[in-house]
């Protein structure tokens, strides 16, 4: 099994960055990719950013592009999520996921959330 425990969500102002991590645990070889979602209140969630393991190649929903940036530290297997230029809009929960290969299925687990609210 796959772990994902995610920190960094808090309050920030608009224009402010904040960082989000996500560090994994269990089964990690099995992991494929990583990746961010979030959920506006009272919507569906929305893919934000996803990055490969083994060669840390990015993703990224075409809104999210040049202002959000997603990376990862194999060594501590944890990926981050650097969001800049924070507006209103962008306060949500915000999940970590991992794409997980096994030899009996593949599946993504999520992990509990963390708030982001962008406030003044």
């Known amino acids: 099994q796959v772990r994902l425990v995610e920190s960094g969500g808090g309050l920030v102002q608009p224009g402010g960055s904040l960082r989000l991590s996500c560090a994994a645990s269990g089964s990690i070889w099995s992991i494929d990719a990583m990746g961010w979602y979030r959920q506006l209140p009272g919507k569906a969630r929305e893919l934000v950013a996803t990055i490969t393991l083994v060669h840390g190649t990015p993703t990224y929903a075409r809104s999210f592009e040049g202002r959000f940036s997603i990376s990862r530290d194999t060594a501590k297997s944890t990926v981050y999520l650097q969001m800049n230029r924070l507006n209103i809009e962008d306060t949500a929960v915000y999940y970590c996921?991992?794409?997980?290969?096994?030899?009996?299925?593949?599946?993504?687990?999520w992990g509990q959330g963390t708030q982001v609210t962008v406030a003044s």
């Open positions: 996921i991992a794409e997980v290969s096994t030899d009996n299925r593949d599946y993504v687990t």
